[in-house]
């Protein structure tokens, strides 16, 4: 395909691609098994921070270890806890200076497909995220709907999307509209750059 990513995670990573430069400041909200974090650590470079999160340590781990492999763990902070922490635990001297926060909603691939993230703390989280993003910088969130609980929260990303103000945000979404099974929804958030 020429113009339309072919999936969601390769629309997500273009979006990011555009703000996320080397020394910056990152957040994978959903560290999972570190795919997003390995393409959060490529682009923040040495000089850079991608701050991880998860609740489960296996996850962590999973994650620390993919980096370790890739020679990137340096740039690398683990958080073994929720995202809607993210405000009070990342240092202050990063809080207003995040290029992007990123979620990949969901279970571990591989992992337990039980443990899910849920509507209530992504929201947060998303909540949290606005403190701490640097004006002009983004949240990206993937939204998967085939699991029990995934198309409401999708729903409910999308509605705190609408509501954000239009003055000093911009959220848009991005959907194969013609791919078969459960959709997968991108949600792209950008935050004005005089926002501060
Ligand atoms: C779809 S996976 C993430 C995939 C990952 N980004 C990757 O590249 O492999 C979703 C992850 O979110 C984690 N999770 C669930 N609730 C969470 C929470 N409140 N805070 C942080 N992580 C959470 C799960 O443990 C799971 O590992």
Redo the contacts with the bound molecule.
Sequence with gaps: MRFLATAALTFSQQFLARVVGPGAVAV??????????LFLARLVGPGGVVHC????PA?LAATGALLARSGLAGSARFHA????HLAAVLPAAHCGRVAAV?F??????G?DET????AE?TLA?LEASRTVLAGGGVISVVC?TGHPGGAQEAGEVASWCRDLDFALWRAARYELVNKPGHPIIVYCVEKAAQAG
């Design positions: 994978d909200a959903t560290a999972g098994n570190g795919q997003d974090a999160f998860d609740i489960q996850a806890t929720g995202h809607e990123v990949n909603l969901g279970y571990q691939p992992g443990v899910t993230t849920r703390t989280a998967y």
